[in-house]
């Protein structure tokens, strides 16, 4: 059982924007909220997590930086950009796989939706993420594995997590409104620990940085909370700390929506061009 984590020290916390749109009331306020848990004697740290190289732009990296100053947010640097660290992702994939719990999956998108379909009656089992994964690749003999590797066929890695989480006995970790949480990673079936696109994924690129960067408290929206599971059996695996977590409620939009970077009249640009003030815009995005 994890105790939950004293917090008598000045915490450390971070904002961890993908660069993939304008930062707009939903994102403005984790950025607050992290800034403000790490109160005056504390840490607050800034993360790009632009591991997605296809959707990430360095134009939206640049305007983040320049709308969270508006905001009158001042972190600490460096600022630790992902696309940087793809060899420390790499390591920890190293590391897992040292330990037989992670397999190449070959499976395409259509390959995975054919056989959710094709398991006719079965209850088509949900994830946080979506369907979960069938496991095709899982059973797969290690020589043809090798094989279509060594062919070139592109492939992700996945982690066993029933066989990880059976490895690593009960999990738990301590949220500010759930209280002790015990982790149930299987809700998610086999994750994605390396894309096929690039080496890394959010789970394990998140989970690793927050325990390089020192993170004592984790605050982002509650939409996150499922992903903890994970995060939580990722640091049992590689032998990681675990901060404490405070998931927050998000923004809502006046359609009772998610606000989402679709919501364009809510970016901090078009409210910094509407004539609002930062004091306003943190108004709004706190309320
Ligand atoms: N990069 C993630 C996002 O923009 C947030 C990750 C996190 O706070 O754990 O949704």
């Given at each position: ?23 707009h009331l939903g994102t403005?306020r984790a ?189 982002r929206g509650i939409e996150l909370f ?21 998931h927050h409620p998000l923004v809502i939009a006046?359609?009772?929506k998610k606000l989402s ?27």
């Amino acid at each position: 059982m994890t105790p939950a984590p004293s917090l008598a020290t000045p915490a450390v916390t971070r904002f961890a924007p993908s660069p993939t749109g304008f930062l707009h009331l939903g994102t403005a306020r984790a950025a607050l909220i992290a800034a403000k848990a790490a109160g005056p004697d504390g840490h607050f740290l800034l993360r790009i997590e632009d591991i997605d190289r296809g959707r990430c732009r360095i134009e939206f990296e640049q305007a983040i930086l320049e709308d969270l100053t508006w905001l009158d947010l001042r972190w600490e640097t460096p600022v630790r950009r992902q696309s940087e660290h793809f060899a420390d992702y790499a390591g920890a994939i190293g590391t897992l796989r040292a330990t037989g719990l992670l397999y190449p999956c070959f499976c395409t998108r259509a390959d995975i939706q054919r056989e959710i379909a094709a398991a006719d009656g079965a209850p088509h089992l949900l994830g946080p993420d979506g369907p979960i994964y069938p496991g095709t690749c899982r059973g797969l003999a290690a020589a043809e594995a090798s094989a279509r590797m060594a062919a070139g066929q592109p492939f992700a890695w996945r982690l066993d997590v029933a066989r990880a989480a059976a490895a690593m006995g009960q999990l738990h970790w301590h949220d500010a409104d759930a209280g002790t949480v015990r982790a149930t990673p299987e809700i998610f079936g086999d994750v994605v620990i390396g894309r096929k696109d690039t080496p890394a994924s959010y789970h394990l690129a998140c989970t690793w940085d927050d325990a390089l960067q020192g993170v004592t408290l984790v605050t982002r929206g509650i939409e996150l909370f499922p992903s903890t599971h994970i995060h939580r059996l990722l640091q049992a695996l590689l032998d990681l700390p675990t901060p404490a977590y405070a998931h927050h409620p998000l923004v809502i939009a006046a359609d009772g929506k998610k606000l989402s970077k679709r919501d364009a009249a809510l970016t901090l640009r078009a409210l910094r061009e509407s004539g609002h003030t930062p004091e306003q815009v943190r108004a709004m995005a706190l309320s």
